[in-house]
Structures are given as C-alpha cells and as structure tokens.
T-cell receptor, first 118, second 112 residues
Framework: DGGITQSPKYLFRKEGQNVTLSCEQNLNHDAMYWYRQDPGQGLRLIYYSQIVNDFQKGDIAEGYSVSREKKESFPLTVTSAQKNPTAFYLC?????????????????FGEGSRLTVL | AQSVSQHNHHVILSEAASLELGCNYSYGGTVNLFWYVQYPGQHLQLLLKYFSGDPLVKGIKGFEAEFIKSKFSFNLRKPSVQWSDTAEYFCAVKAGSYQLTFGKGTKLSVIP
C-alpha cells in the first residue's frame, strides 16, 4: 500500500543534541512537508519541498534543517538551536507544485514522530 | 497572508446531538477548503474537501460542510454524533500560491 512512513515514532533527546526525523513516501508525490503540532496551536509549517534538491522555509523554520536528495525522502533535523523542540512532528506529501494547478493542497500525512527533550 | 480561524477550542456533546464546527478564513480569491480529522492515537486524515461546484460537500462518516463565499466560511456539520467521532478536527485552506494553512483545531468530546 502507498503511504508515508515516519520514524522513529517516539524519540528522546538531551538538550544540545541534534536529532533527525525520517520521512519516506511511496506515493510518487512531488511535494513534501514538515509540520509541527503543539496543543492548541494547530499545525505550523516548518519546511516544504516542491522538487528534489529544492526546499523552502515555512513559518517556523528557525532551528530546523532539511534535505531533499531523493523524491521519496525528506528528513528533518531538529538542531540544538531550536529553543523549544519538544513537540509532535508530522510529515506530509502532495501532488504537484505549490503554485501549480495540479497542487490542490490536499495533503497525505504520516503517523508522526513525538520528540521529547529531556 | 491568509489565516484560518476555528471558533471553538473544545466542544463537548452527548451522543445523538447535532454538531457544527465553525471555520472562517481570510483570503479574497479562489480557495480550496479542507477538513481533516485526527482520532486519538491516529494520523491526520482527510474528512472532506471543497474545490469548486456545489458548495455543500459530503465527506466520510456522515460529515458535511458548506462553503459560504460571502461569509468566508466552511463550517463542518453532522446531524447526529457518535462516541466514535471523538477527535480533533482541523480546518485548512489552500489559497493561490500559498501553502496550506491550518486552523488551531477543535477538540470534540462525545459523551456516551
């Protein structure tokens, strides 16, 4: 079955450590996204990528980094510069480009990764 | 920039009660509208969507939503809720070349 796989599901990190969250999709979607979900704040966009080897900052990119070396993969690194990294992180994908007609905005989500900083 | 407002943070209903969750957005042009649902312990999934045509759209599990362009609204409704509808509901808007913008979510608790 096609879908989005995020790993790990749960992750604990000590302050000052970088951590990388994995996101893989086999839906053949062009665009991929990382969101952060905090209670009462909805989903906030961290980074997105419309095509391989290209990505853009979202609303809350500070303290995060991404790469898009393959169409199927869009890993997110939470760096030590992120001041409040404890959160639930969601990866998503969609067809087409952000500004193109083929991108309706419909997203397909992974199951999420919960990061806790100790 | 566009924004999405969901009026209620937490709604508590008894089974069989009717549900209406409000969603308003700020964007004057053409929009695509979505409601997503997150059941406890599960991933976000699409409940329904509106792109064009009939402003009353039907989704899964008996949910429907009505797009009222003049009010910039896309409210979610269900005539009779069940305990299994307990979840968090997110309204989202795709406007022009902007990325999808989510509301802050409404938690629905249905009491048996």
């Amino acid at each position: 079955d096609g879908g989005i796989t995020q790993s790990p599901k749960y992750l604990f990190r000590k302050e000052g450590q970088n951590v990388t969250l994995s996101c893989e999709q086999n839906l053949n979607h062009d665009a991929m996204y990382w969101y952060r979900q905090d209670p009462g704040q909805g989903l906030r966009l961290i980074y997105y990528s419309q095509i391989v080897n290209d990505f853009q900052k979202g609303d809350i990119a500070e303290g995060y980094s991404v790469s898009r070396e393959k169409k199927e993969s869009f890993p997110l690194t939470v760096t030590s510069a992120q001041k409040n990294p404890t959160a639930f992180y969601l990866c998503a994908s969609s067809r087409g480009f952000a500004s193109g007609r083929s991108n309706t905005g419909e997203l397909f989500f992974g199951e999420g990764s919960r990061l806790t900083v100790l | 920039a566009q924004s999405v407002s969901q009026h209620n943070h937490h709604v508590i209903l008894s089974e069989a009660a009717s549900l209406e969750l409000g969603c308003n957005y700020s964007y004057g042009g053409t929009v695509n509208l979505f409601w997503y649902v997150q059941y406890p312990g599960q991933h976000l999934q699409l409940l329904l969507k509106y792109f064009s045509g009939d402003p009353l759209v039907k989704g899964i599990k008996g949910f429907e939503a009505e797009f009222i362009k003049s009010k910039f609204s896309f409210n979610l409704r269900k005539p009779s809720v069940q305990w299994s509808d307990t979840a968090e509901y997110f309204c989202a808007v795709k406007a022009g070349s902007y990325q999808l913008t989510f509301g802050k979510g409404t938690k629905l608790s249905v009491i048996p």
